[in-house]
């Protein structure tokens, strides 16, 4: 017996600027290496995916599981305006062929926060060309690929930037202010051009103006060759009540949840992320409690999420649910087996609760880039020694990949 039903997505996920490396097209590339930099560490060779992608591809298929989730990095395909590189495209159709060789479903990502310098240095996601731009890049790499692809997920977390304005009160002032002007600021200024300028990809636009890149690239995906399932993801925190935050947490929910939730109705399904929950009081996320176990991200260990957001995700989006990322930032891998437990133990209550989940992708395969704290956080189900880049697998993806094989049987929950 088990609550998952046939054809259930097992797999891990990545994205290509937090293990590629070399990733130097990338709006975030030259942020990494400013003076002052926020970020920690620059991501430099990463994981040198780009090239071990056969290695790892091979262990992800060898440990039992059926899908991997990555990304398509916009900076490499058209590193400039209008100019495609077949050269990139046809590695990423080596990827996704690799993918398919070894029995792995590929859930491709057209963008996961990077974007190419050019694009964020004309205006990003906020200016008035950003649909038709992307629609482009999508119609070219759908041109190529998309004959290979059953999953795709257009943009990675539209959602984050309203989430963290309205959890962690970032200022999101008008035009240039803001927490585009908070980031520059953080970089003490990058040669060559004006951070305030300078919008990092990863800073989204409102809700309707994502919804309209996601519309146009959808619309360009379907009109090429084939028939993937075609959706966006979500950066859905399991939002609660702290003392005196119902005002907060209604208005927080509806504009960094449910806006984007039911923004998605039109898609064939809808990619829930989750990790934790934020404790909302009256002024947003309250710190989480003295004593309280945490990840070394900061974030609350709280399995109990991906249920949660799983089922809000269903319930107003009212299409298939995808989980492309839950998973748990710790050196204590019994700890990140125990948290994945508990996360799918109530991800199979969901379903046996009626919810039609398509799959469940781990976050994720690698230790790798963590944006702004460098390699310091591992999620990784298998690890990367800094120096050589050699793969050890940890005792978590055997697990997985076991539970995976049996296709959550091995979970013994009980429908
Ligand atoms: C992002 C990943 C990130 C992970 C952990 C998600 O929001 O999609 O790129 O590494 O969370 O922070």
Known sequence: MTNFPPHFLWGAATAGHQVEGGNVNADIWPLEWAQDSMF?????????????????????????FNAYRFSLEWSRIEPEPGYFSRAALDHYRRVVGTCRDHGLDPVVTYNHFTTPRWFAGSGGWRDSQAPDRFARYAA?????????????????????????????????????????????SATGGIGG?????????????????????????????????GDAMVGWSLALVDLQLAEGGEARLAEARQHALLDWIEASREDD??????????????????????????????????????????????????????????????????????????????????????????????????????WMSGFSKTFGLIAVDRESLARTIKPSAGWLGRIARSNGQDLGVVS
């Open 269 to 370: 399904f809808i990619g829930v992320q989750t990790y934790s929950r934020d404790r909302i009081g009256p002024t947003g996320a309250v710190p989480v409690p003295d004593g309280t176990p945490t990840m070394q991200t900061g974030w609350e260990v709280y399995p109990s999420a991906l249920g949660n957001a799983v089922r809000i995700a269903a319930q107003h989006g009212r299409v298939p649910v995808l989980v492309t990322e839950n998973g748990m930032a710790t050196d204590d891998d019994l700890a990140r087996i125990e948290y994945t437990r508990s996360a799918l133990e109530g991800l199979a209550q969901c379903i046996s609760d009626g919810i039609d989940v398509r799959g469940y992708l781990h976050w994720t395969l690698l230790d790798n880039f963590e």
């Open 193 to 225: 051009f004006d951070p305030a300028r300078y919008r990092m990809g990863l800073i989204g636009a409102d809700v309707e103006q994502m919804a309209l890149i996601h519309r146009k690239a959808v619309n360009a995906i379907k009109s090429g060759p």
């Open 40 to 64: 920690t560490e620059p991501s430099g060779d990463a994981c040198d995916h780009y090239h071990r992608y056969p290695e790892d591809l091979a262990i992800l298929a060898d440990l039992g």
């Open 140 to 184: 070219r790499v759908t041109d190529h690929v998309g004959d290979l692809l059953s999953w795709v997920v257009t943009l990675n977390e539209p959602n984050l930037t309203a989430l963290l304005t309205q959890t962690r009160a970032i200022p999101m002032g008008a035009g240039e202010r803001g927490l585009v002007a908070d980031l520059g």
